[in-house]
């Protein structure tokens, strides 16, 4: 079965580059989200998106920026990076009207800023 | 507001020992409730689900049971294997209004390491 893509798999990018992060959901889900996982924490949600329009927003930098596409991919900009920015970055994808049933999680994509 | 609860870790179990993780909630409404495994180097994997109170999930052996009471949904194994070794994630996850899907809730996460 089709999974959730994000790519790349790794990053590294110096401190005040800009990085994208790219994910493509299961076919037909409708609704992407976004999570930031720092080394040893928690996933926290950034920003969802739904049939192209913002959904609902966490605690999402004014330095990130994030849109989904009529493909409904969605890329995740990132600029200014700063160390702290470093890690783990999720997107998982649902049917918007399939609650409760779920998400489904994306490999990941791991930013290193150096 | 929302938030979950989990056990500190890490757990350091022996092979074929029993396993539990706790898991609190709060919340407002009717949650979903959910584990997740992230394996070494690895996504969040979906492990089991509970929609509504009293809803057992269940996979792989691992099981836990929405208890609406005690605002509870423990982790729990009867025999581990070597093989389970990962961090756990108890989730929650709320409708918004209108009904479609909300954001997930992850408590802090349990490291699990069986030794042979």
């Known amino acids: 079965a089709a999974g959730v893509i994000q790519s790349p798999r790794h990053l590294i990018k110096e401190k005040r580059e800009t990085a994208t992060l790219k994910c493509y959901p299961i076919p037909r889900h409708d609704t992407v989200y976004w999570y930031q996982q720092g080394p040893g924490q928690d996933p926290q949600f950034l920003i969802s998106?739904?049939?192209?329009?913002?959904?609902d927003k966490g605690s999402i930098p004014d330095r990130f920026s994030a849109q989904q596409f009529s493909d409904y991919h969605s890329e995740l900009n990132m600029s200014s990076l700063e160390l702290g920015d470093s890690a783990l970055y999720f997107c998982a994808s649902s049917l918007r009207d399939r609650f409760p049933y779920g998400y489904t999680f994306g490999s990941g994509t791991r930013l290193t800023v150096v | 507001g929302n938030s979950v609860t989990q056990m500190e870790g890490p757990v350091t179990l022996s092979e074929e020992a029993f396993l539990t993780i706790n898991c609190t909630y709060t919340a407002t409404g009717y949650p979903s409730l959910f584990w997740y495994v992230q394996y070494p180097g690895e996504g969040l994997q979906l492990l089991l689900k509970?929609?509504?109170?009293?809803d057992k999930g269940s996979n792989k052996g691992f099981e836990a049971t929405y208890r609406k009471e005690t605002t509870s949904f423990h982790l729990e194994k009867g025999s581990v294997q070597v093989s389970d070794s990962a961090v756990y994630f108890c989730?929650?996850?709320?409708?918004?209004?209108?009904?479609?899907?909300?954001?997930?809730?992850f408590g802090k996460g349990t490291k699990l390491s069986v030794k042979p």
């Open positions: 998106f739904y049939e192209k329009m913002q959904s």
């Open positions: 509970a929609t509504k109170a009293d």
């Open positions: 989730a929650l996850g709320t409708m918004n209004y209108g009904g479609s899907q909300g954001n997930l809730i």
